[in-house]
């Protein structure tokens, strides 16, 4: 009687056992484990305010294992790597893990790089340093640039002692080329040693500074003549004899643009509405931009005879 209760239910049992053998393998097909590499920022948990880590990865590569539908479904954002730090003191760590969390948990990681890394734990500190500028490239010709004002005039540093302590100055960097007329810009800042050897991971507050930057043109000495510049119409019956000026040349010190757009400098108009005799006149002459003039004035005789 058990013999053949037996070889009743041995068949079905060999049938569930294949029937659930093939459902595996159908569903592996229909859905395979496939592997898909990301990148993972690192974050540091847990680690006291009054120090700062150095050394930790900004980000790891991580290769996971997982379901095709899961995959497609799986970002960069939802894997989370971290260090937790609870523990540590200044000093340096060797070999400390890196922590990575799957979004899901029939998830494998398969890899990650780097797994550990050597930690050094500093105090943290606080300063401020002096912000001054530097200008690169080449401004056009003849021009020369010079600052008018950088604000804020200082900023302040925070990070690791190590660093801090040796941070002389806050640099800004600024671009002048083609520059023919002053600017304003937003920069950002470097911060440097001594030794004018740039710092890095330091936290700089702001960490932009505005800068007034003037262009200067180059000047220049030279003599031009003077132009008399008249209007109206004199009186019925006489006419304009004669112009002249004293000096008839005068001493110009301008941007080196004004002498080749200038080859004379015209003087205000004097008004000979109806005027029948000769004149004397001391005319102011016109002062260029930026520039002086010597004499500031000149005398012009204005010769007006009768007709008859």
């Not at 070889?7 to 159908?26: D, E, G």
């Not at 497609?72 to 890196?98: H, Q």
């Not at 640039?145 to 002692?161: K, L, M, N, R, W």
Request: hydrophobic share 40%; net charge negative.
């Amino acid at each position: 009687m058990n013999i053949t209760k037996l070889q009743w239910w041995l068949p079905k049992i060999l049938c569930l056992i294949a029937a659930c053998a093939f459902w595996a393998y159908v569903m592996n097909e229909q859905d395979p484990q496939v592997e898909s590499t990301y990148i993972v920022p690192v974050e540091v948990k847990n680690l006291d305010r009054s120090l700062v880590a150095i050394n930790v990865p900004t980000e790891i590569q991580v290769v996971v294992r997982m379901s095709r539908s899961q995959m497609i479904k799986t970002r960069s954002d939802d894997i989370k790597a971290y260090v937790d730090l609870s523990e540590v003191a200044s000093g340096n760590y060797a070999n400390i893990p890196i922590q990575v969390v799957l979004p899901a948990s029939d998830e494998t990681v398969v890899s990650m790089t780097p797994q550990t890394f050597t930690l050094t734990v500093e105090p943290y500190a606080v300063k401020s340093i002096p912000v001054t500028t530097d200008f690169f490239g080449t401004p056009s010709s003849s021009f020369s640039p010079s600052i008018g004002s950088v604000s804020p005039d200082t900023v302040t540093i925070a990070g690791a002692q190590s660093k801090v302590s040796i941070a002389e100055k806050a640099i800004v960097s600024i671009n002048i080329t083609g520059r023919n007329a002053d600017f304003y810009e937003y920069d950002n800042i470097g911060i440097v040693d001594a030794d004018g050897k740039t710092i890095t991971g330091l936290d700089i507050m702001p960490a932009q500074v505005q800068v007034s930057v003037k262009i200067t043109e180059e000047q220049k000495t030279g003599n031009i003549p003077i132009k008399v510049v008249t209007t109206g119409t004199v009186a019925e019956g006489h006419a304009i004899k004669k112009i002249s000026a004293r000096p008839s040349m005068v001493t110009v010190t301008a941007p080196i643009s004004f002498f080749s757009k200038n080859h004379e400098i015209k003087l205000s108009a004097i008004d000979l509405s109806g005027m029948d005799t000769s004149i004397v006149k001391t005319v102011e002459i016109p002062t260029p931009d930026n520039g002086i003039v010597t004499p500031a004035t000149v005398d012009v005789t204005i010769e007006i005879a009768d007709n008859n």
